[in-house]
């Protein structure tokens, strides 16, 4: 092996792949976020149908895009196969092991919050993304693809508005541990900002996750 | 002598303990009581007692590894109640004190489980992994001649201090029995930056790190997710900080070591 493939085949190599691609969409979520946030402007969907005419055609946003899965890909693949190595390093489980006295609960859990994420990542962009893309969708008054109408009706579902709600709280537990240990597995951890890191991340984690969830809530309960 | 301690009675107590008669067999949870525990007795203590107890009945006692009894040799191990050394932080099983305790209770006592620490027999483990780990890089290269006086080398007070805390590191494997994951990150960490702190750690700085996590990964440990379950079960205080240490040498060894 190469140095380069012993290094990513490490523990802490496939760690700090973990790391970069967990805080690279953190970056993500929140220019997903702020885009979003046109949902709740007055104008049936006029702005948000321009916003998405724009991140459609784009080329910087559409070689993005591709960044963007890879990022999801390599999270997802790097944090599997560390799951399993860390399954596997311990055959015979203990009688009594009693971790809730010594570590938070969304630290233990990581795989599966990771894991409802990804379920909900699919029927996000079956919802959404497919749609827009290969799907038939109507016009707006300003002849823009009207991706408006399709989030109204599927906020109009309540099981779809319970799984998005699900998954932000997911969401918010996978980044409330994994936004300051990702700090950490880069090495950065230090009196001075270590305090400082783990504060934003706990409020960004709730912030991010809070203004997502209020999307299928509006549309559910105010629309 | 034990004052006004409202524990100073007497306990009895049901044990829950694991017998195995060797690496290969098959392992189970035995119960034993045993009656008149005092409360100033170390837990080792009373396990002495029960071994006492089933020596005279012509059965075979209860294997459990031990040595200095005073917390500084790393030797004792045991899970207790679910707990890595008990449920005390900050004591080794050989500190831990019956008074803890109470009458009556059920305590279960099972080996370090990972399957890089393979049981020799009963609670005790080989524990012989983290050996090969500090075989691997543990050490620095040293002039021959002359005795150097002490203090030649210039060392900031809060970096000695750093590299003394880490150096406290007993290897008992409580951090790797304590962990979701099994994994050694905590005395890899510790063993680690405490070389790579000091002036002296600086010629192997780069070459150690690489060694010993290819040994630590080797001998099937798995890997850090930050869960901090290690430092809060290490009974001398190893600080979550010197797993920071140890990502960064190893991301700055590997990407400027000269071994490829
Ligand atoms: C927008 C979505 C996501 C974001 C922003 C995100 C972010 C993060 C961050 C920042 C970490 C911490 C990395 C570290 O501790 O060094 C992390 C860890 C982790 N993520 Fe995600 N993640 C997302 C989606 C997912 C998905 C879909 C899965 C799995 C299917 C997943 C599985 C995991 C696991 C298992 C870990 C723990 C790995 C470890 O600690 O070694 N994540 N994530
Ligand atoms: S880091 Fe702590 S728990 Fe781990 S081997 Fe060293 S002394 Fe024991
Ligand atoms: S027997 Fe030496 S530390 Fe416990």
Sequence with gaps: MSWFTKTFSSTIGRKLVVALTGLFLCSF????????????????????NAYTYFMTHNPVIRAMEIILLLGFVFHIYEAYALSRRNQGARSVKYAVNHLDQNSSWSSRNMGLLGTVIFIFLLVHLYNFYFKLKFGEIGLDAQGNKN???????????????????ISMVALAFHLIHGFQSAFQ?????????????????????????AGFAAMPLYFFFFK | MAGNNPNSKPMNLTLKVWRQKNTNASGQLVTYNVKDISPEMSFLEMMDVLNEDLLRQGQDPIAFDHDC????????????NGRAHGPESGTTTCQLHMRKFSDGDTIVIEPWRA??????????????????????GGYVSVNTGGVPDANEIPIPKSIADKAFDAATCIQCGACVAACKNASAMLFLSAKVSQLALLPQGQVERKTRVENMLAQHDEEG????????????????????????ILNREYIVAKATSENV
């Design chain 1, 29 to 48: 979520l929140v220019v997903h976020l702020i885009g979003n946030l046109q949902l709740f402007s007055a104008d049936e969907g006029i702005a948000f």
């Design chain 1, 147 to 165: 991706l408006y109408a399709i989030t109204e009706e599927a906020f109009s579902q309540w099981w779809y508005v319970a799984l998005y709600v």
């Design chain 1, 185 to 209: 597995t880069l090495g950065l951890n230090h009196k001075k900002y270590t305090p400082a890191i783990k504060a934003v991340g706990y409020v960004f984690s709730i912030v991010v996750c």
């Design chain 2, 69 to 80: 009894r005073e917390g500084i040799c790393g030797m004792c191990s045991l899970y207790i």
């Design chain 2, 115 to 136: 399957n890089a620490f393979p049981i020799h027999k009963d609670l005790s483990v080989d524990r012989s992994a983290l050996d090969r780990i500090q075989q691997a």
């Design chain 2, 221 to 244: 440990f798995g890997s850090c997710t930050n869960i901090g379950s290690c430092a809060a079960e290490c009974p001398v205080g190893i600080s979550l900080e010197n797993i920071a």
